[in-house]
């Protein structure tokens, strides 16, 4: 009887499958993602603005290339202007002010996205070196350096090292990332940065960066790396990542005092 029971049961459930099942998968539901992290460093300085995509659709970039950029001071404000790609721009001539809070405006379509940040000093990189990391029996190196960390609560730092000419160091991913919660100025010795895959060989020319990004932005790297990073049996569950934008845009604004050393690994 138990048998015939289950049966009944297990054809009344097939039959469950039949009917089609129509998901809402939020085609519509697209929002503006500005990706802006914004250094003194001498180099191209610019934002990318695009238009998310449907996680279960094509993945062709949607960029956008009619908003409107500008980034303020306080005092002065610069207009962003528009390249390839979704990037926007600052001249050449704008000056960097540590210590100002900057206010990045993305107007879209008559809707403005507004974010702000604090540009903090960035520690000098010194005493850099390279350390031998023997790997499956082959000498790699790599890169070690100290830093005086800033005097006062509040600050965080990012630093890479990367092969000049590589675009290794254009991925959050690559980089590591520490507040001063508990160790306020301090200085930092034998900071080592380099990744098991990412190491270096004799004659090679490394890059070190180090930048100051506050404990906001530090919180916003930790979100990032905890939606990577996944797999644990403690994981929170899924969740969108920290923004610093009004408006509903996705993304992060982050505007740093940077540092650059090159170093020839011997």
């Given amino acids: 009887m138990k048998y015939f029971i289950l049966l009944i049961i297990a054809c009344t459930a097939t039959s469950c499958f039949k009917d089609r099942i129509e998901l809402d998968l939020n085609d519509d539901n697209t929002r503006i993602a500005i990706v802006a992290w914004i250094t003194d460093l001498d180099e191209d300085q610019y934002i990318t603005v695009s238009r998310t995509t449907n996680y279960l659709g094509e993945q062709t970039n949607d960029f956008v290339d009619n908003a409107i950029v500008t980034l303020t001071d306080g005092s002065q404000e610069y207009s962003m202007t528009i390249g390839n790609n979704g990037k926007y721009y600052l001249s050449d001539g704008w000056q960097p002010i540590i210590g100002a809070n900057y206010t990045l405006n993305v107007t879209v379509d008559d809707q403005t996205y507004t974010a702000s940040h604090l540009m903090r000093p960035c520690p000098s990189i010194v005493n850099t070196r390279s350390t031998l990391v023997e790997q499956d029996s082959i000498d790699l190196y790599g890169t070690v350096f100290d830093f005086q ?72 790297l930790t979100d990032i790396e905890s939606e990577i990073f996944r797999g644990g049996p403690f994981d929170a569950p899924p969740a969108n990542v920290r923004t610093n934008f009004s408006g509903n845009a996705v993304g992060y604004f982050i505007i740093s005092g940077g540092q650059q050393v090159e170093l020839i690994i011997q």
């Avoid at 306020?184 to 895959?197: H, K």
Wanted: glycine letters at 10%; proline letters at 0%; a negative charge.
């Fill in 149 to 220: 960390e800033n005097m006062g609560d509040g600050d965080a730092y990012y630093a890479i090292d990367y092969l000049k000419g590589s675009a290794a160091g254009d991925s959050l991913i690559n980089g590591s990332y520490a507040d001063d919660e508990f160790v306020d100025s301090e200085y930092f010795e034998d900071i080592e940065i380099s990744e098991e895959d990412r190491l270096f060989e004799i004659g090679d020319t490394a890059v070190i960066e180090l930048y100051s990004i506050g404990q906001e932005t530090f919180r916003f």
